[in-house]
């Protein structure tokens, strides 16, 4: 069974970190680029950062996204054994808040659509 579980989510005050977890089971997650997302209430699902795959080749070359509100704080890695991705958030504002999603896909994309797979988020809340 193909499975994608967010994890580390939680309640932290502004400047504050959190780590967030992707992990998959039932296929192998570095064959596959992996995204996050977000979504706010009342509004729109947003990319937030991608990391691609990398088979050594200059096409896959694993390279990483992000969106501009989240340069500098954000981080995005894989950990291959642990058939895991990782989002570590740092200096986190309370517009940072909302239901975080990983997905996975064949390349990094912007857009949800391009998605294949979707775990079923976690909560993100940035409040003092």
């Known amino acids: 069974q193909v499975q994608l579980v967010e994890s580390g989510g939680g309640l932290v005050q502004p400047g504050g970190s959190l780590r967030l977890s992707c992990a998959a089971s039932?296929?192998?997650?570095?064959?596959?680029?992996v995204g996050w997302f977000r979504q706010a209430p009342g509004k729109e699902r947003e990319g937030v950062s991608c990391?691609?795959?990398?088979?050594?080749?200059?096409?896959?070359?694993?390279?990483?996204y992000y969106v501009d509100s989240v340069k500098g704080r954000f981080t995005i890695s894989r950990d291959n054994a642990k058939n895991t991705v990782y989002l570590q958030m740092n200096s986190l504002k309370p517009e940072d808040t909302g239901v975080y999603y990983c997905?996975?896909?064949?390349?990094?994309?912007?857009?949800?659509?391009?998605?294949?797979?979707w775990g079923q988020g976690t909560q993100v809340t940035v409040s003092s």
């Open positions: 990391i691609d795959r990398s088979d050594g080749s200059t096409y896959y070359d694993g390279f990483t």
């Open positions: 997905a996975a896909s064949v390349r990094c994309s912007g857009s949800p659509a391009g998605y294949n797979y």
């Open positions: 039932g296929f192998t997650l570095d064959d596959y680029a």
